[in-house]
């Protein structure tokens, strides 16, 4: 491969090339069950699940849809239609903030918190069934401080950062 003049190139080794495979592949298997197991369970993709659950555990089931995007990792643009989506649905609804005129809440109506209180259960199960289930205590623990390191390096301390969340 080619790179440029000046600059040494850090490879992969085998082992980190064979590591980062493993993951790149499990994570997709992973979000590929998790949508199928949403779709069959409540015909919505495991991103819709998301906002749902950010919104049920808003204070009054409510959040600015600039912070349910940052919150989801999500363009504005790709939430806005998400929430319209879940609006045909009847369980978001839209609201006009009182002190922006631009800014919007998003809210997770009754009908939207019940679809989450049923769909729940089956979440938990395949999440348990496709991760939890296969790890023993430790591995668990490992996991865990090993993700939480990886989002701690990739988030922007920056008030300015260019994330698309922000855009």
Known sequence: MDTAPGRDTRWLTPEE??????????????????????QRDADMPHVYYGLL?????????RLRMTELAKQAKITRSRL?????????NGWVRREECPDDKRGQFAVLTDAGYEVLRRTAPGHVEAVRQAVFDRLSPEQQKSLGEIMQIVAEGLQPKEAGADLPWLR
């Open 53 to 61: 659950v950010q919104l049920g555990e808003a204070p009054e089931r």
């Open 17 to 38: 090339q064979r590591v980062w495979r493993a993951y790149l592949h499990a994570v997709t298997l992973l979000e590929d069950h998790l949508d199928r197991q949403l």
């Open 80 to 88: 806005s239609h998400a929430v319209s989506r879940l609006e045909k």
